[in-house]
Nanobody
Framework: VQLQAFGGGLVQAGGSPRLSCAAS????????MGWFRQAPGKEREYVAV????????YYADSVKGRFTLSRDNAKNMVYLQMNSLKPEDTAVYYC???????????????????WGQGTQVTVSS
């Protein structure tokens, strides 16, 4: 299983980049898929996830109303549209996948099986 995340970079506050995650080695349709992030000196935290096979996104409070998670099962892709970025959104963003994860475990990074390499998002004020 490979997850390749891309689309990060240096963005000004208020910017709207879109992160993409390309999955290979799996067909994502039955998988839970999501994005997590890790800022320097902090633990990896959940940003937005889909439950297994689901299309309803769940968002962390810190990004609710600003970020939009979507999935294209036909293309084996997951996207994170980020709007109204703030400096505190600066982090490495990771794509994750899991075939077995249960609802109550979705927000805990340690419960996910597959991870991409991460893409850096830096928001300048």
């Amino acid at each position: 299983v490979q997850l390749q995340a891309f689309g990060g970079g240096l963005v000004q506050a208020g910017g709207s980049p879109r992160l993409s995650c390309a999955a290979s080695g799996i067909t994502i349709s039955p998988y839970a898929m999501g994005w997590f992030r890790q800022a320097p000196g902090k633990e990896r935290e959940y940003v937005a996830v889909f439950a297994r096979g689901g299309n309803r996104p769940y968002y962390a409070d810190s990004v609710k109303g600003r970020f939009t998670l979507s999935r294209d099962n036909a293309k084996n892709m997951v996207y994170l549209q980020m709007n109204s970025l703030k400096p505190e959104d600066t982090a490495v963003y990771y794509c994750a996948a899991d075939r077995q994860i249960i609802m109550s475990s979705l927000t805990r990074s340690t419960n996910w099986d597959y991870w991409g390499q991460g893409t850096q998002v830096t928001v300048s004020s």
